[in-house]
């Protein structure tokens, strides 16, 4: 992830604003097939992985970024925070990200953001939404899988949206136990 430092005439400095050029090595039709793979691989049940998140030091520095690697493999989005949903039992929105919007003023601080849209024309994902909607529409995502894949104690942000979503789901589903189970 490469930021272009501009300092202004008041000499704050601030990253570029404009759109970073997809690498070489994020082909679109790789990360299709890559996903195709996963997806199949999941069979009936649903993954939910998340961006790394910013990780600051000393109160308001913050370290350099990297992407947590599950996430880059599948998606290709190096914009931290986002949260990436596998849907197999969903045949028309089986690839669904939650990003952070466009904003041109917090992008003069915190550098260009692909928001919704470009994480549906230039990710690949049928659907994007906020990240500010994962708790509101989640539940309705994970509705009718058979499990969920999502690696636990490593996200706490995201992590009980996820066990409370799949909570919610066991206590619908029928008295048998085999949601449960499976």
Known sequence: HHE?????????????????????????????????????????????????????????????????????????????????????????????????PRDPEAEVWNGFRWGCEGAVEQFGADLAHPRSELAQRLPEYLSGAEGIAFRVGQHPAVEPLVLQAWAGQLDRAPGSGAAALG
Do not use: K
């Open 4 to 100: 272009l430092a501009i300092v202004s005439s008041s000499r704050c400095p601030r990253r570029s604003t404009m759109p970073p050029t997809l690498s070489p090595a994020v082909d679109a039709a790789v990360l299709a097939d890559r996903r195709d793979r996963f997806l199949h691989q999941l069979g009936g049940a649903a993954a939910v992985i998340p961006a790394a998140p910013l990780v600051t030091h000393h109160a308001d520095v913050e370290h350099a970024f990297r992407q947590n690697s599950d996430f880059w493999y599948l998606t290709g989005f190096d914009e931290p925070g986002a949260v990436a949903l596998f849907l197999p039992h969903r045949p028309d929105t089986r690839f669904v990200l939650f990003v952070q």
